[in-house]
Nanobody, 119 residues
Framework: QVQMVESGGGLVQAGGSLRLSCAPS????????MGWYRQAPGKQRELVAT???????NYADSVMGRFSISRDNAKNTVYLQMNSLKPEDTAVYYC?????????????WGQGTQVTVSS
């Protein structure tokens, strides 16, 4: 079974930066949409940012202007550059890859990586 594998989380002070990376555990053909979601304790998982294979991006209002999503299609790798981090960004960040065929949508998730921002 394919999983997304995240890396790059950690502990950082408010105002600092982190860069998350994610790639599938094995090669997958044509991942149409890749993205990052996060879940803070006691809260629902929420969308952070997504990017299509063509490079179109979408961001949550709370991270607009601070976070930047990018991808390397040749490597099926997605990145999340997080700048000006705030304590409220503390969460487990999950990577998602979505592949759409004519009849089926495949969703691939990672185990998550912890991001902790201290005040």
């Amino acid at each position: 079974q394919v999983q997304m594998v995240e890396s790059g989380g950690g502990l950082v002070q408010a105002g600092g930066s982190l860069r998350l990376s994610c790639a599938p555990s094995r090669s997958i053909f044509n991942i149409n949409l890749m993205g990052w979601y996060r879940q803070a304790p006691g809260k629902q998982r929420e969308l952070v940012a997504t990017i299509t294979s063509g490079g179109s991006t979408n961001y949550a209002d709370s991270v607009m202007g601070r976070f930047s999503i990018s991808r390397d299609n040749a490597k099926n790798t997605v990145y999340l550059q997080m700048n000006s981090l705030k304590p409220e960004d503390t969460a487990v960040y999950y990577c998602n890859g979505r592949r759409q065929t004519i009849s089926t949508t495949f969703n691939y998730w990672g185990q998550g990586t912890q991001v902790t921002v201290s005040s």
